[in-house]
């Protein structure tokens, strides 16, 4: 009877090299990918209701927009930007927002929820870091009358 000849691996000297079992390979993800992917457990948390809605911010490279949302009824009840008049008339900012007019963007919209009846909102930051221009947008908006 003829046995089958069978190859061992060896570390030291052998012949041959020990077969790769597993392939490590990193996600290849950019930070909008990882904006969402916060935004969306931070959306799993935070709800808006009639009683209290939710105060959306979206933050681009060039402008800031703000948005207070009753998410029962899918229905935005104020909202404020950078693009509307008083605030690109008052600030001249061509490199994109900057601290001074999201506080800005912050006290328009805060008056505009105090008119509407609107005191206590649920803050989504949406995805970003809770610094800079969303944490001064949010400051500024606690100082003018909203709770949250």
């Known amino acids: 009877m ?8 060896l570390f030291l000297g052998g012949t041959k090299p020990m077969p790769s079992l597993v392939t490590v390979e990193a996600k290849a993800r950019t930070r909008r990918e990882d904006r ?6 931070i959306r799993k948390k935070v709800e808006g209701t009639p009683d209290r809605p939710r105060l959306c911010v979206f ?17 935005t009840l104020a909202s404020a930007s950078t693009m509307q008049k008083p605030i690109s008339d008052e600030f001249d900012y061509t490199s994109g927002p900057t601290i001074e007019v999201a506080k800005r963007v912050g006290e328009i919209i805060a008056k505009s929820c105090l008119e509407k ?13 809770y610094h800079g221009r969303v944490e001064a947008l949010a400051d ?4 003018h009358g909203l709770q949250f």
């Open 2 to 9: 003829a046995m089958a000849a069978t190859t061992s691996f």
């Open 36 to 41: 969402t992917a916060r935004h969306s457990r």
């Open 59 to 75: 933050r681009s490279n060039k402008n800031l927009y703000v948005q207070v949302i009753d998410d029962t009824k899918m229905h």
């Open 117 to 129: 009846g609107i005191t206590k909102v649920a803050f989504d930051r949406g995805g970003y870091p």
């Open 140 to 143: 500024a908006a606690r100082e």
